[in-house]
């Protein structure tokens, strides 16, 4: 730790290995994002076909609302595909 050198040497090391470290759990995560807005859009397509006979109107607003959140969604998954056609990316 006397010489910078050296001390700048293991700090860049260190940071490196934090590095690979979050790749492997963006791995993870990117993929449990897609999975969760997809499993979103399957249940809030099911609810509103469960209370479109009862309560056409509850129906026709919670498909407004979902609307705006599927396209943030669209603009997710796109970066999503981009992220997974990286060439470290594993998925696992």
Same mark, same amino acid.
């Given at each position: 730790?006397?010489?910078?050198?050296?001390?700048?040497?293991?700090?860049?090391?260190?940071?490196?290995?934090?590095?690979?470290?979050?790749?492997?759990?963006?791995?993870?995560? $990117?993929? /449990?994002? @897609?999975?969760?807005?997809?499993?979103?859009?399957?249940?809030? =397509?099911? +609810?509103?076909?469960?209370?479109?006979?009862?309560?056409?109107?509850?129906?026709?607003?919670?498909?407004?609302?979902?609307?705006?959140?599927?396209?943030?969604?669209? $603009?997710? /998954?796109? @970066?999503?595909?981009?992220?997974?056609?990286?060439?470290?990316? =594993?998925? +696992?």
């Amino acid at each position: 730790w006397s010489k910078p050198g050296h001390r700048e040497a293991t700090t860049k090391f260190f940071k490196l290995c934090r590095a690979h470290e979050e790749i492997t759990r963006l791995n993870v995560e $990117v993929r /449990r994002l @897609r999975t969760s807005m997809h499993d979103e859009e399957l249940r809030m =397509s099911a +609810v509103v076909q469960d209370i479109l006979i009862s309560d056409p109107q509850l129906a026709r607003e919670l498909q407004h609302q979902y609307r705006s959140r599927a396209a943030i969604n669209a $603009v997710h /998954r796109y @970066r999503l595909d981009r992220i997974e056609k990286l060439p470290g990316f =594993s998925g +696992v």
